[in-house]
């Protein structure tokens, strides 16, 4: 059962609105939003159909949470679960639909906060020299792949870029991420020359292009999903026998850990990636420094 068929009861209606209300005041993205619903759906048949998600007790979240912990489930997992529930039952309250948050006194279960998988600049040379650029479609992957890297942009913020946020005569691009805020990216000099031919070439043969409407478009002309990038990146990733898999975060990643190995300043890596907080960019240290003391460890006369 789709979490759209769980939630298709009266309390559904609430819960649309709650939906509706994040992504109007908080800019929430869809897939976002899309893991709000599936949770709440997950709690629904836990309660089983003839129980309401939005008068849930507190020892009801509490049986609940301790089933998913006897399940298996990953901290992780249960702790996003909490955010939507918090968020759900906080906007519930805030708007006098119920008095009481059962949410307040739940803990969110400690997580530890894995390093990045990155990839070496050698990696990333051949990964973004893997697309076929005498065919259209490799021309267009292989712009994006460097604009990906020139960048360190999230997926969603690549596959949603428009022609008219480039803006070539300052060498930068307009990206808008989380929560819609603006920030302005600068676009690298190989990154700006694969784009130019991008256009260039890419209009000729795909008219679609000329549009405006999208700056890295699929075959049909429709705007690429983030599901199909990372299937042909993953697919470019085998190509040149990269033995670990690529995330969906592995050229942003990458961007930010080659940054701070070349000196760059921690703050303004935060600002090039759109951190609202700088301890969420505070992780790529860490990364940075292992791979300074692996460097001095293998190349060291005394490491």
Request: some cysteine; aromatic content about 8%.
């Amino acid at each position: 059962m789709s979490a759209r068929d769980c939630l298709d009861a009266p309390d559904g209606e609430r819960i649309d609105a709650f939906l509706q209300d994040q992504w109007l005041q908080r800019g929430l993205s869809e897939h976002t939003r899309n893991a709000y619903r599936a949770d709440l759906a997950a709690l629904q048949r836990w309660l089983g159909p003839t129980a309401s998600v939005p008068q849930v007790s507190r020892a009801d979240l509490f049986a609940f949470l301790s089933a998913r912990f006897e399940q298996g489930y990953k901290p992780r997992s249960t702790a996003r679960l909490l955010s939507a529930l918090r968020a759900f039952f906080r906007w519930q309250v805030e708007r006098g639909l119920r008095d009481d948050d059962p949410t307040r006194d739940l803990t969110s279960p400690r997580l530890g906060r894995p390093l990045p998988s990155s990839l070496s600049e050698a990696e990333v040379e051949a990964l973004l020299a893997a697309p076929d650029t005498s065919t259209l479609l490799g021309l267009r992957d292989r712009a994006m792949l460097e604009v990906l890297y020139a960048c360190g942009l999230r997926v969603s913020e690549l596959v949603s870029l428009a022609p008219s946020m480039v803006n070539f005569r300052q060498g930068a691009v307009r990206v808008l991420g989380k929560g819609r805020k603006e920030r302005l990216v600068p676009l690298g000099e190989e990154a700006h020359r694969w784009l130019l031919r991008w256009l260039e070439e890419g209009a000729q043969g795909w008219p679609w292009l000329a549009k405006g409407d999208v700056l890295f478009p699929s075959q049909q002309g429709r705007p690429m999903t983030r599901q199909t990038f990372w299937h042909r990146i993953k697919g470019y990733g085998k190509q040149i026998g990269l033995a670990r898999p690529l995330s969906p975060h592995t050229l942003r990643h990458a961007f930010a850990t080659h940054l701070l190995n070349h000196g760059a300043d921690l703050r303004v890596v935060q600002l090039l990636l759109g951190h609202a907080d700088l301890s969420t960019t505070q992780i790529y240290t860490h990364v940075a420094r292992a791979r300074l003391q692996a460097l001095h460890a293998a190349h060291h006369p005394r490491g």
